[in-house]
């Protein structure tokens, strides 16, 4: 490569638009009021009482079996202010949830349908890291890759043109980072240690309580975590809920997929397994590595 050509990571998608595109699974779920960060102190595995305004987290709703219910980015827009940004659950189904909990506090929880999700291949122009910049009357933006893979996430009240492969490659690159993409059919089935949701500094295990956290603590303290979660280039058949298999039996599951030649899949497997080739949709599965980052 000459001197005077700026590197460019294999991993970024090429020939998609440069402005944002629409991100049409995401939602957006808000909580207002006085007490929202105590509400979602209670109910979120990360530490939100620790989250500055103008910040964001990776967060999760666990069952109190310690299950993965949803992975999110969590918002503080303000002092009484959270947003979710959901990217494979209905802000109003899981708001309707959510109010179950509510009792007394003093909380508004409901649904933004006027507020749009967008993203573009591209380094954000002022958001850096856990920093959010400007606000959702206008667009607010989150850094939302890493040095080897940067994207920026936009969240406006103007919608963005929809592009299917973008989005897609979007969902590629969300894998790749290790951001676990769950369909309803793999909701409740993994703990966040077996989805590696330590890699996005997701879950703490310091705070005081929130439903599975009895169980997320103890498999923390007591190293008992028996799976992890790869990252596989599979066949285009496969997908979620496939298993994977190694010497003729199954000894895991795939979890999410996205992109076509290749296809990326995050899968969860033993932790102790034989060197032996990875088989999923009766072809070899290779092993691939994550890009780290993400975390904020």
């Not at 380094?123 to 607010?140: F, I, M, N, V």
């Not at 993994?190 to 599975?212: E, H, I, M, N």
């Amino acid at each position: 490569m000459p001197d005077n050509q700026p590197f460019v990571s294999p991993l970024i998608p090429q020939g998609f638009p440069v402005d944002s595109f629409a991100l049409d699974g995401h939602s957006v779920l808000a909580l207002d009021g006085p007490d929202a960060v105590a509400f979602a102190q209670a109910q979120f595995a990360n530490d939100v009482a620790a989250l500055a305004a103008g910040q964001w987290q990776w967060s999760a709703l666990l069952t109190p079996k310690g299950r993965v219910i949803a992975v999110f980015a969590l918002l503080r827009t303000g002092e009484a202010s959270l947003r979710l940004l959901l990217p494979d659950f209905d802000a109003a189904e899981l708001g309707e949830a959510l109010r179950r909990f509510v009792f007394r506090r003093k909380v508004v929880i409901a649904p933004r349908p006027d507020l749009h999700v967008a993203g573009a291949f591209a380094a954000p122009a002022q958001a850096l890291g856990a920093d959010l910049a400007g606000s959702e009357d206008t667009a607010l933006e989150l850094d939302y890759g890493a040095a080897g893979l940067p994207r920026r996430l936009r969240i406006s009240p103007a919608p963005a043109v929809s592009d299917a492969a973008a989005s897609e490659a979007w969902t590629v690159a969300d894998l790749r980072l290790g951001l676990p993409r769950l369909p309803a059919s793999q909701r409740e089935q993994w703990t966040p240690q077996q989805l590696a949701l330590d890699r996005l500094a997701a879950f703490s295990v310091k705070k005081g309580c929130y439903p599975g956290q009895e169980i997320v603590a103890r498999t923390h303290f007591l190293g008992k975590a028996k799976r992890e979660t790869l990252l596989l280039r599979v066949p285009d058949t496969v997908e979620a809920g496939d298993e994977v298999f190694q010497s003729g039996r199954a000894i895991g599951s795939v979890v999410g997929t996205a992109g076509v030649v290749p296809r990326i899949a995050l899968a969860v497997l033993p932790l102790e397994r034989e060197a032996a080739p990875l088989l999923a949709g009766g072809q070899e599965a290779v092993v691939e590595p994550f890009v780290e980052g993400l975390a904020r």
